[in-house]
């Protein structure tokens, strides 16, 4: 447990947080190598699938960065992702996952700091979780018939 | 539209533990309509029970499929291959179409995964509301198009109770009172000589009375 290192996604909105992440590397700021950051065309295009299927295939925690409410590219991408985000914590938490290991977190493109302390923050808290408390392999993720 | 609700992973846990392969079988009309058992929400429930099973050692295989129509035997046939190759279904179509599956597969355990909750329709995004209870003796011409039956919560058929605040029912304060609805469209539609008459009691024989109901149309009969 002392070396566990959690993996992380971080879906991050091309307007914002991924430009965010972007100003974070030519600032040299650190941040953490557990988060392998997915760039989306907006956090509003996130379907609950993404979330359940990173969970379902052994992710440890997923970070959702999109833009401060009132300043989505698209107009309201980001309140449908919180939403979305709110529904997905309560049906993790029934499926037996933390709810804390699902984030939503709004910065802007020029939030290079803010961002990174939301990714210290959520590798932290996945950390002090531990890994999701498995009884069975993963199996690969069965669809259709 | 038959409007129903998700069970909880928990629930759907505990009636699906002395299976292994499971089905989510999910419905295409209603209950996709309703966000409670489309595609969509199949795939979100066959993912949480895969994460479930995984978390507490549960041992499931789950596949995932959605038809058209689960109340319907045509549409069946298109999970026949699905449903032979599975131990048990969890079915999140409405309470009809679980068992018109069930009755279909006598062999083959079929289980509910929603609850089928009213008649309704979409008030607003996200707000489902009943509005009919399938009464079977239908008395909305004497009401201005208002059901009293279902959005009355006392089912007043000769005017109010009495107790409602402002336009409020006094039973649940969060909607409007239905007869102050009643009311106010027989008098827009120049109609509230109707509500002169005294209504007889409801003939409540052609609802939950005597087993389940039947309509036979012997014109289409073969
Ligand atoms: S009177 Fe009966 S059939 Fe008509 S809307 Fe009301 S519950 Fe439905
Ligand atoms: S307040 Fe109106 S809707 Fe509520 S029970 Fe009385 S008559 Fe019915």
Known sequence: MENY???????????????AADLAGSSRLQYPPNVRIVRTPCTGRLEIDYYMRAF????????VAGCEEGSCHFKDGNLLAKRRVNSIRTVLAEAGIEAERLRMVNVSAAMARPLVEYIKEMVETVRKLGPVKIKEPVNKTSTGV | MIVAERKTIPE??????????????????????CLAGGEREVSIIASALRIASRVQGLGFEVSELTIERQ????FIE?????????????????????????????LKPVYAGLNTAFLGILEERGV???????????????????????????????????????DRCEVRPDRACA??????????????????????????????????????REDHRI
């Open chain 1, 5 to 19: 290192e959690p993996k992380i996604i971080a879906f991050c909105c091309h307007y914002c947080a991924y430009s």
């Open chain 1, 56 to 63: 379902e295939n052994g992710i440890d925690g997923v970070l």
């Open chain 2, 12 to 33: 759907m846990v505990a009636i699906l533990k002395e299976h292994k392969k499971v089905l989510v079988l999910g419905c295409g009309t209603c209950v996709t309509v």
């Open chain 2, 71 to 74: 109340c319907d035997n045509i």
């Open chain 2, 78 to 106: 298109q999970a026949a291959e699905a449903i032979e190759k599975c131990d048990a279904v969890l079915s999140t179509a409405c309470g009809a179409g679980v068992q018109a599956i069930a009755e279909r597969y006598p």
């Open chain 2, 128 to 166: 489902w509301t009943e509005k009919c209870a399938a009464c079977g003796d239908c008395v909305l011409d004497k009401y201005g198009g208002i059901c009293p039956i279902t959005r009355c919560a006392k089912h007043m058929l000769n005017g109010p109770c009495g107790g409602s605040r402002e």
């Open chain 2, 179 to 216: 007869w102050q609805l009643i009311y106010k469209r027989l008098k827009d539609i120049g109609e509230l000589d109707k509500l002169n008459a005294i209504t007889e009691p409801k003939n409540w024989s052609a609802s939950l009375n005597g087993g389940p109901r039947t309509i036979i």
